[in-house]
């Protein structure tokens, strides 16, 4: 059974620090997303990675794949209060026919 | 761009009774995923399917139903509600390159 893992589940940080979530999983994948999730909203599409070493940015956020050590990072620059949310990846199988999220980190960006 | 829509958005029902949650998704995708995700809790598959047809089953209650209409929408039906039902229900569409699944605004369903 596929098994995804997030870490850390917590992530408290200044602005304008960086940081790093970790996304690992358990068996091979064909692609990984990264999403975001507001208190009580839907979630948000932030990248999708498509093959091993799979590099995507967007503003603060860049996220990349390593398909052999099945691991998955988003990287935070400078973070800013706005990124404050949780963040979750999913992995689908080939099978495809579902995506499994990992446990979520709470990202909180402090003032 | 259209989205996934759900609906309704909030839904508030009482022990023992039914509930019917409906999605449609985006135009062009064929397959659809049923969420749910109870507070601070990751979201939990339910079920998919693939042009009508169910492809996949996760963690889904006996008391729950889903299908996919000829028209790609899909609907789940929850019968017996619990307390332990309450939470939000979320809907995704992706096409057959599933190269991204949309999430929907979601369902709050509240089991009082």
């Known amino acids: 059974e596929l098994k995804v893992e997030q870490n850390p589940l917590f992530l408290s940080m200044q602005e304008g620090k960086n940081y790093t979530i970790y996304c690992n999983y358990s068996?091979?994948?064909?692609?990984l997303y990264w999403y975001r999730q507001d208190p009580g909203k839907s979630l948000e599409s932030l990248f999708v990675l498509l093959s091993n070493g799979a590099v995507k940015q967007e503003g603060r956020l860049m996220a990349s794949l390593d398909t052999k050590a099945r691991l998955s990072t988003l990287h935070i620059t400078a973070a800013v209060h706005d990124l404050s949310a949780t963040y979750f990846c999913a992995v689908i199988t080939g099978t495809a026919s579902k995506l499994t999220f990992g446990t979520g980190t709470r990202l909180q960006v402090t003032l | 761009a259209a989205g996934v829509i759900q609906s309704p958005r909030h839904l508030i029902k009482e022990k023992r009774e039914t509930a019917t949650l409906k999605c449609y998704p985006i135009p062009r995708h064929d397959t659809v995923y049923w969420y749910q995700q109870g507070p601070g809790q990751d979201p939990q598959f339910l079920i998919s399917f693939y042009e009508k047809m169910q492809s996949d089953k996760g963690s889904i209650p006996d008391r729950f139903s889903a299908q996919q209409f000829s028209d790609y929408h899909s609907e789940l039906n929850m019968s017996s509600l619990e307390l332990g039902d309450s939470a939000l229900y979320f809907c995704?569409?992706?096409?057959?390159?599933?190269?991204?699944?949309?999430f929907g605004q979601g369902t709050r369903l509240t089991v009082v």
């Open positions: 068996t091979t994948s064909d692609r």
């Open positions: 995704a569409s992706s096409s057959l390159s599933r190269v991204s699944a949309f």
